[in-house]
């Protein structure tokens, strides 16, 4: 079992920035995918951006794409998202999650998560 710990959400203006953080307790060989998800308030959860844990390749939402930016630290087994530009519709629980290898920004190709992270956004 990996266990991961988000960190770094806050509330912050309209126009702010924010770096999330997501510790993972172990290395997995079994893990190639490192993702953000989010959920807003009243609505489902949502894919925000994904990265290829080897070959380090990225997919963003569109909502997102030009704002903000997932990376990953493999010696420090952490995982980011640094928000740029941010909209109070970006307010949300930010979740970590990690998984196989896949394609898609699915929560069923994900089998670890972490608890979520608060990020509100006000105009």
């Known amino acids: 079992q990996v266990q991961l710990t988000e960190s770094g959400g806050g509330s912050v203006q309209a126009g702010g920035s924010l770096k999330l953080s997501c510790k993972a307790s172990?290395?997995?060989?079994?893990?190639?995918?490192m993702a953000w998800f989010r959920q807003p308030p009243g609505k489902e959860r949502e894919g925000v951006a994904q990265?290829?844990?080897?070959?380090?390749?990225?997919n963003y939402a569109d909502s997102v794409k030009g704002r903000f930016t997932i990376s990953r630290d493999n010696a420090k087994n952490t995982l980011y998202l640094q928000m740029n530009s941010l909209k109070p519709e970006d307010t949300a629980l930010y979740y970590c999650?990690?998984?196989?290898?896949?394609?898609?920004?699915?929560?069923?190709?994900?089998?670890?998560w972490g608890q979520g992270t608060q990020v509100t956004v006000s105009s």
């Open positions: 172990r290395y997995d060989w079994n893990i190639q995918r």
């Open positions: 990265i290829y844990t080897v070959i380090g390749m990225t």
């Open positions: 999650a990690a998984g196989p290898y896949g394609h898609s920004l699915r929560e069923r190709d994900f089998n670890f």
